[in-house]
């Protein structure tokens, strides 16, 4: 673990509220995978940077076995968060890579890309989260990239209030994450508190912002309730500084923020473009075999 000591601790005086909590949507994507869509494609223009978030969790092979077969993407990234079970990830730009307990896969798909995600176990636990971070115009059609961050390589601290923070992008509390976007410049933090904590984490007003409960509860503000495996969309208030969190009980969180980049946006399946004409160009492209080529 890259444990942190010495931090810097986020003064938030001027909190955020809950705007409204969302339940998300079940459905199975790829051969046939199980997942609650959490951020769906109405609230993009909402939640923008962000256009997806998927959260799966299940003790059920059945769920899972089939996994993500070859598919293509063009115009954002994938970031996908292990919390336990393994996944095996290839594409076509001669990437390949484990992602397991605890890591993190950051895959810029850029102009295109073909890749599968297949699950490397017959049984057991796979639980996660599957987020798609928008990429501004200019950036959109630039080269594939892509990175395996395992869990040790994930920068983390534990406040004196006992909330461990692990820092995927974005900084808190002085830390920086293990990944940093310029345009959109997104905050990713896992956030494990304990019993009686809470968390206070500094965010551009700016910023749109929400918060994931995946174990427990958390209470934001004056007075919301924000319970397990709902998503809570924090208001974007002009003087407001930051969020406050609190948890009663030991409890687990995702709080995610980013930079809108305020652009049209057009989406067709795994294509997500500025224009339908972007988007015929992207089948067209991917029909003729021309992602990651
Ligand atoms: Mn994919």
Do not use: C
Not at 5 to 20: A, K, N, W
Not at 77 to 90: K, L
């Amino acid at each position: 673990m890259t444990t942190t000591t010495l931090i810097r601790p986020d003064t938030v005086s001027r909190p955020r509220e809950v705007e409204r909590l969302v339940a998300g949507m079940a459905t199975s994507d790829g051969a046939g995978v199980k997942l609650t869509r959490v951020l769906t494609q109405p609230l993009q223009r909402r939640l923008d940077p962000f256009l997806m978030l998927d959260a799966f969790g299940t003790d059920n092979p059945d769920d899972y076995i089939g996994g993500f077969p070859d598919h293509p993407h063009r115009g954002f990234e994938t970031v996908t968060y292990m919390i336990a079970g393994r996944m095996r990830h290839r594409d076509n730009a001669g990437h390949e890579g484990l992602l397991q307990n605890g890591g993190v896969q950051w895959m810029t798909a850029g102009r295109g890309i073909v890749h599968s995600e297949l699950p490397e176990q017959e049984e057991g636990r796979m639980e996660g989260f599957q987020l798609w971070l928008n990429l501004p115009a200019k950036d959109k059609m630039n080269a594939p990239w892509y990175r395996d961050i395992q869990s040790e390589s994930i920068p983390q601290f534990t406040t004196p209030e006992g909330v461990t923070a692990r820092v995927i992008a974005g900084e808190s509390h002085g830390v920086a994450g293990a990944v940093q976007r310029d345009a959109t410049a997104p905050l990713y933090l896992d956030l494990h508190f304990e019993a009686g904590s809470h968390f206070e984490q500094a965010l551009p007003a700016t910023h749109n912002a929400f918060v994931y409960v995946y174990r427990g509860e958390v209470g934001v503000g004056a007075d919301t309730r924000v319970p397990e495996q709902r998503m809570a969309i924090l208001a974007n208030a002009k003087d407001s500084d930051g969020v406050v969190l609190h948890a009663q009980q030991a409890t687990r969180a995702l709080l995610i923020a980013g930079h809108p980049l305020n652009e049209p946006i057009a989406q067709y399946g795994p294509f997500v473009m500025n224009s339908k004409e972007e988007i015929f160009q992207a089948v067209q492209d991917f029909q003729a075999g021309k992602f990651g080529a």
